[in-house]
């Protein structure tokens, strides 16, 4: 699994012009899912997202966590992440896992968070998304696990 982890002041999700999500200070995660993976990951990452110290205290020092700020998370699917661009000029997506398992572990991925203490907003899985945001920093992190 592959996570771009965004530290956001806002981001929202539309699609076909219709806001289907949005947060305000918090994490965009856009997550995805390759063929190889079985779920096992997801624990791990839930808990790294949720206590990742990247959010600035007094101090200015990053030393909180998403849940020491009362940030929220807005979690997108993107199997784009999966990609590969070695050869040729268009990406191939041979790696990325079946539509239905991909679903199946973004769910599992979000209800984690959950478990963690943080009730995410999700985009819609599989849908032509728009995301926009105003990343905070900018403070982007590539997690895989």
Do not use: C, H
């Amino acid at each position: 699994m592959k996570i771009v982890l965004q530290r956001v002041r806002e981001a929202e999700v539309t699609v076909a012009g219709e806001s289907i999500s949005q947060i305000g200070r918090g994490l965009l995660l856009l997550l995805g899912v390759d063929n190889g993976d079985d779920g096992s990951q997801i624990p791990w990452l839930a808990k790294k997202v949720s206590e990742l110290r990247i959010f600035p205290d007094k101090a200015g020092k990053m030393n909180l966590s998403v849940k020491d700020v009362g940030g929220e998370i807005l979690l997108v699917s993107q199997f784009t992440l999966s990609a590969n661009i070695e050869r040729g000029r268009r990406p191939d997506f041979f790696t990325a896992a079946e539509p239905e398992k991909g679903e199946r572990l973004y769910l599992e991925f979000a209800r984690e968070l959950e478990k963690n203490g943080i009730i995410p907003k999700l985009g819609i899985f599989g849908a032509n998304m728009q995301v926009s945001l105003i990343n905070d920093g900018p403070v982007t992190f590539v997690m895989e696990r």
